[in-house]
């Protein structure tokens, strides 16, 4: 029978490293798969990339890790066993304290490295220091169970009479650092654009700095990641990233629309 | 049966002595019993039925997920009658809250510290009962009224809690924040604390009856690394858990008087309006209530897994048949993840608007805690390098445990990293992590101690072969089930979303989806082979010897089967050796008794 468990607890490393290999690599030829993709979605910031190399920095030592791992305990699984006729006792042996203060010293070192090497990123992305000088973009506040997006319009300023706002479509221009406040209105939420490699809880009571930088055009999904009642599930937004002339273009309309709107409201009063 | 008079068991004797010429009745046998053994089992079938239903739960969010919004088989149309058997987004947010709940605090720790806490330490040390039997009863009393408010929040109004198992504030505050939020909040609080309660009573017990009443020759590093691990384990509930009690307290009070610990201070841009109910008084925190619960709930991640370990370390030296590998570097290990364990809460907050600087020391805490983990696996390595191993399904199941505990402490390297968390936190990457640590760990560490003792406990042998089956379904199972998961979250896929699909990037992990459903449903229908396997062996098992595994410990060697009230004969044992002297050159059997004479 040993062989047997032997193999079977081989499975675990074998079909799941190659799980990951496949939804590295691969995408549409599966049978219980619709094409697409099963790895991180496309990243179009700025700081995403260094998140998905550290990802892949830490999947690479995982993954060997892993493995190695799997191949001492297969390996002694089957060496070991007691099998039928063997009559010899086992090693009487209490460990080694050599090899103790070996690995643990080494797997110090390599968690000191895991550690140090992620700083200056979490620094980059989530420190207020490194969005201070930049003007706020919009202000987003969350509610149940959407989310209203606050510009401030061409002079800059909240709180002017040139303010507009729009419901889960959050528009922003390619190529500029964005800065917005978040806030919620009731309970918790959480900002996730997956796409931008941002997440940040939003919470009652404070006003959240929150920014990033979009490299590329084109309609992503924002999502709330924390649980915010029963509609939770269709918290669903919108990031709609334009061309410089066309965020210009828009936010002549958008501004249009809203006085538009607001003049219907005053002649209904 | 009577305890020697001027051992350390002599305060247990008034409880004895007076029904001495009389057996005791069965209310006080097997109800309110004050044997630590009768306690333990109470424990055990207790939280075997709430796993039935805990599992029943994940079920419910796996059908949900596999098959949205489509029509609940079986039960769908008596619970859903109005929607045609469709479940509700509601229904769904009060599935995942209230089987995180079951499992935590009504399966995993009741099982693990109240089950075999309480029935293995007295039998590993050599005591004849805890220290305090009327407070262990008491403890096991007080998960009464933990699991009353618990069922009977499922019928009040609104539903059980749906706030998640973490019930952040506002959202579990505010009672219009959400249907769940109205008595069953409040149901599920006040179970909470009595089940707090229970852990409180019992880990004073076990600290107290591991230091003060072990036999002689039982020196702290001659116990077996399952007490060790309780012992620790014991320590770690009685300093975190008052927190979570403070705290429940603190959100019961926001809730029935009207204080505001959690409710924020109004912000003047946005006001507050929960629900179309405008809250006028604030000057609290939210984040107040996320330290708070984490401070306890992190350390109680470990309170999980670690007599999950001592006990893998057992079973694993029994069938190599060898000395446990580098003993005492096992005990630093687990107390130095209990230590370290007290200050990586954080992590759990790293996108939550706690300052990110805090976030960044937590990081290095978080990423060192996995120090410790990975010295225990190479030691669990070591132990069977060389060994002799015997294929018991004791033995798979503790092999098991090693196996998928690697995963689950290797993918909690992905998240202790601030930058990666930034996209996993609250994916489905974050539970695949906490089922490979707490299915793939603690249960499987709970089904490696059910093979190893139920013969002690009961007397009977469990069957090998049914035993074996459910091993094989449930491990092949539980990995088809988690190791996708891993999967869902590098894709995206938010935990807690009653329809993931809502979102377009979302649609290819679809497939995925379903066919984890399926394995969760196969896993969850291996497990009637298992309470089959345990009915039948109660009752109709084969005899077990006093010691069928040839194993060292007192419960083994000293006791018979099963062990009387009292546990041991007239005298206590006396121990002369470590627990794990396997293969002993000097000795003639290949195990060597810890109550064997000195050579």
Redesign the interface.
Known sequence: ??RF?TV??A??PI??TA??VY?FYN?EL????????????EDISTFGK??DR??NF?GW??MI??IA??I??CW??WK???KPG?T?????????HN??VF??SA??IL?AV??MS??G???E????SSSVDVPVFA?V?A??FEWRITYPGPDGEFGTIDDFESNSDFVVPVGRKIKMML??????H?F?L??M????????????PVWFEATKTGQ??L????????????M?GRLTVLSKEDYDRWQKSAIAESNRAGSDEEDEE | MSPTPGTEAGHHDHGHDDHDHHELGFWRKYVFSEDHKTIGIQFLFTSLVFLGLGGLLALGVRWQLGWPWSRVPLIGKYVFPDTGGVM???FY?MLFTMHATVMIFFVIIPMLTGAFGNWIIPLQIGARDMAFPKLNMISYWFMWPAIICMLSSFFVEGGAA???WTS?P??SV?SS???GSGMGQTLWLMAITFAGVSSMTGSVNYITTIVMMRTPGMKMFRMPLTVWALFITAILQAFALPVLTAAGFMQLMDRTVGSVFFT????D???????GKEILV?GG???LWQHLFWFYSHPAVYIMILPAMGITSDVLATF????????K?MIFAIASIAGLGFIVWGHHMF???MN??V??TM??TT??I??PS??K???W??T????????TTAM?NA?GF??LF??GG??G??MA????D??I???YFIVAHIHYVLFGGSIFGFFAAVYYWFPKMFGRMLDETWGKIHF?IS??AM?CTF??M??LG???M?R?????F????L??????N??VSISAMVMGAAQIIFVINIVASVFWGKKAPDNPWNANTLEWCATPTPPGHGNFGPELPVVNHGPYE????KADA?FLPQTAPKF
């Not at chain 1, 992305?125 to 207020?128: E, G």
């Not at chain 1, 490699?197 to 959240?208: N, W």
């Not at chain 1, 999502?223 to 269709?234: F, I, P, R, S």
């Not at chain 2, 924020?264 to 912000?267: G, Q, S």
Request: glycine letters at 8%; hydrophobic letters at 45%; aromatic letters at 16%.
């Open positions: 029978m040993y468990w079977f607890f499975l675990v079909l799941g799980l990951c939804a995408h599966l049978w219980f798969g619709e094409s697409g993709s099963w790895w991180l979605p260094d998140i550290i990802f830490l030592i995982v890790t892993f791992c799997n001492l305990l002694f699984m070991y066993a007691d063997d010899r006792k086992a090693t009487y042996s209490h460990g080694n090899l103790e690995w643990t797997t110090a968690l895991i550690a992620q700083l990123i979490w620094m992305i989530k420190f207020p202000n506040t509610r149940q806030r919620s209105q009731d309970v918790l959480s996730f997956p796409n490699r941002v997440k940040q809880d939003a919470v009652p009571g404070l006003a959240i992503y999904d999502v709330c990641a924390e649980l915010c009642g029963w509609g939770h599930y269709k669903k | 509700s987004p509601e947010t749906a706030a998640g952040y506002p959202l505010q924040a959400a249907p924020p201070v109004i912000d841009a946005v006001g507050y309006v929960v629900n604030g925190q939210p984040l190599s048949r060898k000395p446990i590998f580098g003993y570097p996108q939550s608007g990110p600087a976030g960044m990081m290095v990423t060192f996995a120090l990975a010295v696996v190479f030691n390595l070591g069977i390098w060389g060994g002799r191993i015997q294929y798979l092999l090693v196996s690697l995963i290797l993918s390297i992905f990293s601030t930058p990666v930034i996209y936190h609250d994916t094989v491990f092949a990995n190791f996708p891993h999967i590098t894709g995206g938010p807690r979303l009653a329809d993931p809502i979102y377009d990037y649609e290819p992990l679809r497939g995925l379903t066919f396997y293969a002993h050159p290949d």
